[in-house]
């Protein structure tokens, strides 16, 4: 009941506050957040947990976050887990996620993971996203799916050297010139800013392997609550202690 107000004060405290531009999401607790819900069935955590992106994505673009980054599985989610409930979360992605995209005109799609470690059709579905969104200027939104930032790195440093390779050029030229730039440019989702936030869901106290090289001098969020059960307000208070110590910081 008492939400709104709430809201509205959180909003008016974040007036004049430093605002992230970039967003990253770790949605975690979703299987749990069922059980606890009284569910036998986890996958209902993560069919929420699905929905319940658009109702973020919503809450960011209300409150001036015009790029997200949210991590929908890992690589090693999609290799470990039961097929049973990969398929239902390759289904979602298809049927939730890439749908959204569809209709909500405001995000521009960006996919970063191991695409072939996704079934055709899921790859197609956000393939077809990602293309139809090309032109959207208003934001931007990377779902992060079947990713590793380990990988990530690996798969950039990999193409630098086939990229150098095909060039006809030495080694030791390769190692001269390689720096940050270059490895930031062959990243999954090269172009974008590097989150200045990073939020992570469940109460884990990890990182677990997200955004590897682009969090590195990002301010992390952890919060208790289960991902379905992420309110608005705790975005709120989020960017609210980050506006907070980022101010303090410029002092
Ligand atoms: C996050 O919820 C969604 C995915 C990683 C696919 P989990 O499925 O990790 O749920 P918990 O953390 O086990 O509760
Ligand atoms: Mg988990």
Redesign the pocket.
Known sequence: MLYPLYNRRLRRQLRGLPKPAHVAIA???????ARGEGYDD?RI??RF?AKHLEQFLQWNADAGVTCVTAW???AD?LRKRDSSEVDY?MELTESVLADHVRRDHRWRLHVAGQLDLLPDSTARALKEAVDLSRDRDAGDLTLAIGYSGRLEVLDAVRAVLDEAAADGRSLEDIADELDEETISRHLYVPGLPDPDLVIRT?GELRMSDFLLWQATRSDIEFCDL??PAFREVDLLRALRTYGRRRLERSR
């Open positions: 949605m975690d607790g979703n299987r749990r957040w986890v955590g993560h947990g929908v599985a890992s989610n979360l469940s289960y991902w």
